[in-house]
């Protein structure tokens, strides 16, 4: 760490301990405060005038729901935790991770990812219907050696924020914990069914400060057991229960298909995750992945188009609740398209293969053979640089589920091999299980797409180069 960067992580840190204590004595009063002072120290250059203005009005609202969000946070979570989760999320992934991905980009000419996924192990300890893993048996792990790599390579190009698949990645968790302690300036986040979840694990949690996690439930203990097996809601419940009166940091991550997705986004499911502690929500998409994929369960296009209005219900101030919800396919909007393929994430399987996507099993380099830099500079994730955006409405983002004729030309031009772990997958096969929903979608998101107001992402693509331009 340099000097400079040492200097300013220092001042970061003293100072964010004194607003802490500064919030915590009026804090509605001391938030309006607050982000006044952040509207001088940062004026005009980060944020728009009027955002600040906004904030300002819902930190003096006790009901907006992102002035509970924050209280919440700061009453529910462990101080020392939240205060090492802020400064290796905003300030070294978001101050200073941002500017060197950026310069990175520039300087090899290809995508430079803000996150990674990788999977330590492919065991798990259930076989979930539609998950990508339940297929893979325990036959893969990486080393730990072989995860410092992952982490110690992708640090140096400027990444800070490593997420933990799998398999159930708890399986691992003593090596996680590792992780954790040798790289505190990145953030890791666990995607786990939590049932190897305990106080002395919790304990270790709190002790690292880098760790946070996504639970997995599919709704009511009904649907989560029909999907997960007998059992396995309750054990889920419990784990947030331990997690809750530890203090940790914790959110949700929900696969909706075309079964459960009225429940997971009714008010009595909201609700009882807010309650139960969490204080974000992934949702994802069924993903018709793997030999045993059931391309029914694919949500229909006008689930979709309930998605879509849902989200924006909940983050709006006033209708929404206190949870920070994202969507990974009906987001598109806020990330300019597809993320995929090292543009701001990439993923590694258990056997090393280095994936665009974790839901796209083809590769054509592996950590054992490559770097991670020579992989991002490879023929696919190249190819997948100049594709992006795949669709210029990016409620239609994803080259497999909504532009499948896009993946079929990728992987049948770079040669990329199937990677999943148990029979190999021939992309037509599998794009040929999204060909119906993207007819079918095409019409809805266009419709959807032309009627409503999006926000400029800012983003810029390969094609919008210099060189991308004369070819």
Known sequence: ?????????????????????YIDKEPEKNLVKIIGVAEKLVGSGMFPKENFARMKAGAADPD????????????????????????????????????????NREKDNCNIPFQILFDPTSACNLKCKGCWAAEYGHRQNLSLREMRGIVSQGRALGTHVYMLTGGEPLIRKNDIIKLCEEFPDCVFMAYTNGTLIDDAFCK??????????????????ESNDFRRGAGAYARTMRAMELLKKNKCFFGISVCYTRKNLDYVISDEFVDKMIACGAK???????????????????????????????????????????????????????????????????????????EPCVFIHYSDANIRTHTLLEALKNPLFMEYRKGQPFNDNHLRPCPMLENPDKLREIVKKTGAKSTNLITEEDVDTLCGRCDSFAYEWQPVADEIWNSTVHPKTHTQYYRDGGKAKRQ
């Open 1 to 21: 760490m340099s000097v400079k960067k040492k200097a300013i992580t220092s001042f970061i840190s003293v100072t964010l301990d004194r607003l802490l204590r």
């Open 280 to 354: 974000y929500a992934w949702y994802f998409n069924y993903m018709p992945v793997g030999h045993t994929a059931d391309k029914e369960l694919i949500p229909t296009p006008a689930q979709r188009k309930t998605m879509y209005f849902w989200l924006r219900k909940m983050r709006s101030s006033a209708t929404g609740k206190p949870l920070l919800v994202i969507d990974f396919q009906d987001d598109g909007e806020y990330v300019g398209g597809c993320i995929a393929g090292g543009r701001n994430y990439f993923h590694v399987n258990s056997a090393g293969d280095i």
């Open 204 to 221: 270790e949690v709190l002790r690292v400060g880098n760790l946070a996690f996504a639970l997995s439930v599919e709704g009511s203990e």
């Open 64 to 103: 907006n729901i992102y002035t509970r969000l924050v209280k919440s946070m700061l009453t529910d979570i462990d101080r020392d935790l939240l205060k090492h989760i802020f400064m290796s999320l905003a300030v070294e992934a978001g101050y200073f991770g941002t500017k060197e991905v950026r310069a």
